[in-house]
């Protein structure tokens, strides 16, 4: 009898390791089930950002176009040419307060409507091509005749304690690259672009 009970316990001994055996590999199934399950989510949160990202990349190359376009269209309406910088020294010129400089430009109108006014950015560079000074430009004076031009003089105030503005005010002409952008064009007409 005492065989047969050692059996029996070895038996069950037996049985309970297969059982955890089975388990335990059930458990490394279930777990890989959910790795796999998490793998997958991954690749679509993945593929989704990426297509949602080629999504913006078209729109913002979309709408870079339209505003390259319209840019092209404004700076080949109205060319700004800068022919001279004249700088003023409040210590040796009694007509001025402070340090200024004064830009004598020619503005050309390619258009065929009378010009009242335009808004530009201004960017001068020194001759290594680094940005010096950025300005804001306004103009609103005198018309500028359809497929003609005007002279016109103008004057930026520059503060002697800021380093940016003196050495801007210090930029020999002659080392100056001018460029611009137009942003808006306003016609006698009353029509802008």
Known sequence: MEKSKIKLLLLCLLYI?????????EERVDKSGENEQEKVETLHQEE?????????????KASTNEETDEDNHLNTSLTVVLEDVIPRDPSTDNNVYGYELNFIMKYINHTDKDIKGFLAETYFYDMFGELVYKSAMKYEWDVIPANGSTNFNTAVDLNQ???VDMRFY??????????????????????SI
């Open 17 to 25: 390791l297969i059982l955890s055996a089975c388990n335990q590999k």
């Open 48 to 60: 989704k950002a990426v297509t949602t990202n080629q999504d913006n990349l078209a729109i913002e």
């Open 170 to 191: 210090n930029l020999p002409f002659e080392n100056m690259t001018f460029s611009y952008k137009i942003k808006s064009i306003i016609f006698t007409d009353g029509t």
């Open 161 to 163: 304690f800021n380093d």
